[in-house]
């Protein structure tokens, strides 16, 4: 048996030599390692398994502690009722003392094969994306404000959402608030309510957003394009807990989680002045950084299978069962500017276009076709060579822009109409 990757396990026992001893003769490569009693929870995100022996003291405790950042596997004297106790609070399985190399051997084997920290509706099998999942976990289990930053596309909206659904709240509200979709003209009555009669017009009572949310979480997105008006309002409901109504007699206390997300840099907007550092701080108490699809391509395969299964139901006439070697090919060799979203577009995008039970090559955008392959792009013309290229440049400026053309122009450095008249020329929908 080769094993594809080496690991990383913590082992808690007094006896953790004799399972060095077996890791060893098994052929296992340990990355990390620890036999010691005294980790610090800190550091638990940093191992994929961990053996824990239950012929100790105060097992059980550091059994649900452990569990919420890597698989455990119990081990101890045979003894049923504690193996049977030891599944139940969580381990994936237990192992009689003396340990038998063939049985820890089958547990690597079970491991390899099925990552099983993940959270539920995030897909991703990449350590990176394993760290990401350790750190949701850790978060939920906290009540501290979390700045989830991240290209855009990358899911910063899905892990806000996992946060809430893990943790003690999730039973309560999880309110979304889209930052710059409220003027500053509104943003009181919006976040806050009025009380009936506060202003002309005011003739009923309403709550406001943060309150609608109250022992739930609020997840403020694109909190990086605030204005200041924005970040003042909300730093005192953050920082106290309170607020007050327009035309309300006194501050309501509320009990609510924040969590903000944003592809700016707020280290920079701080420096720059367009930020508030108090802010800052006050929401970047746990920070959580997602990592751009191309850094993680080997979740690419899982992810395609994942939006295949999502969207395949929207054909009523053939049934699609995945993708070709080809294109999946394809799609590794792309390096993804619009990160998961984009790769669900074009997903969705083929099943709407295909004519087979596959997806394949030829059901791609061709701009991908063109610009995944470099040699390929080598081959054509000059003039097709800087087609190519523009078109690649507008795609990813129309992915960054989310398909606003004003915006997108901006980026590229060009007037919208002349936006306009390129998409017409190569044939790009918005
Ligand atoms: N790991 C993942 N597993 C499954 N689906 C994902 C994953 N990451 C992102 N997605 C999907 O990709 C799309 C974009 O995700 P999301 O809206 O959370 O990104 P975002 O970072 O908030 O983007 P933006 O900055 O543009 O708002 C969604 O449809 C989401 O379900
Ligand atoms: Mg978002």
């Known amino acids: 048996m080769v094993f594809l990757r080496s690991f990383s396990v913590l082992v808690i026992s007094e006896e953790a030599d004799k399972l060095y001893n077996i890791f060893d003769s098994i052929g296992i490569t340990l990355r990390k390692s620890t036999g010691t009693k005294n980790v610090k929870s800190a550091n638990f995100s940093l191992y994929d398994i961990a053996f824990l022996d239950i012929d100790a003291e105060g097992w059980e405790k550091r059994l649900m502690e452990l569990k919420q950042y890597m698989p455990v596997v119990a081990f101890g004297k045979p003894e049923i009722k504690k193996a049977v106790e030891s599944m139940k609070l969580g381990a994936i399985d237990f192992l009689q003392k003396p340990l038998k190399n063939e ?42 404000n ?16 996992a946060i809430h659904n893990l943790s003690e709240r999730k039973e309560n509200p999880f309110i979304v608030i889209n930052c710059t979709a409220i003027p500053d003209s509104l943003l009181e009555s919006e976040l806050f309510g009025f009380e009936k009669g506060a202003f ?16 739930g979480t609020v997840f403020f997105d694109e909190i990086g394009d605030v204005s200041p008006l924005f970040q003042t309002k909300i730093l005192r409901v953050i920082q106290e807990g309170e607020f007050i109504k327009i035309g309300g007699p006194h501050s309501i206390k509320v009990d609510v989680r924040f969590i903000a997300a ?6 920079k907007a701080c420096k720059e002045g367009s930020f508030r550092e108090d802010l800052f701080y006050r929401l970047n108490v746990i920070h959580l950084e997602l990592p751009p699809l191309r850094s993680r391509k080997e979740d690419i395969p899982f992810l395609v299978e994942f939006f295949i299964k999502k969207h395949s139901s929207k054909r009523k006439d053939i049934h699609i069962r995945g993708i070709t070697e080809e294109a999946l ?69 129309l992915q960054k822009s989310r398909g606003n053309i004003s915006k997108a122009a901006e980026l590229l450095g060009i007037h919208r109409q002349q936006l306009q008249r390129k998409l017409k020329q190569f044939k790009i929908a918005t």
């Open 200 to 215: 002309t017009g005011a003739n009923y009572t309403k709550k406001g957003l943060i309150e609608w949310a109250n022992q």
């Open 103 to 144: 049985a820890v051997l089958e547990i690597f084997q079970k491991f390899q094969e099925k990552p099983e920290v993940e959270i539920p509706g995030l897909i991703g099998i990449s350590k990176i994306m394993k760290d990401v999942y350790c750190n949701i976990r850790k978060a939920a289990l906290t009540d501290s």
């Open 329 to 397: 090919d394809t799609l590794m060799n792309y390096s993804f500017p619009g990160n998961v979203r984009e790769l669900e577009n074009i997903i969705e995008r083929a099943i709407a276009f295909t004519n087979s039970t596959e997806i394949t090559v030829k059901d791609l955008p061709t701009y991908l076709l063109k610009t995944s392959n470099p040699k390929k792009t080598l081959h054509g013309n000059l003039r097709e060579a800087v087609e190519n290229f523009e078109k690649e440049l507008i795609w990813s400026a």
């Open 262 to 267: 944003t592809n700016k840099d707020l280290i």
């Open 146 to 161: 979390v700045l989830i930053t991240g290209e855009s596309g990358t899911g910063k909206e899905l892990v806000a959402r």
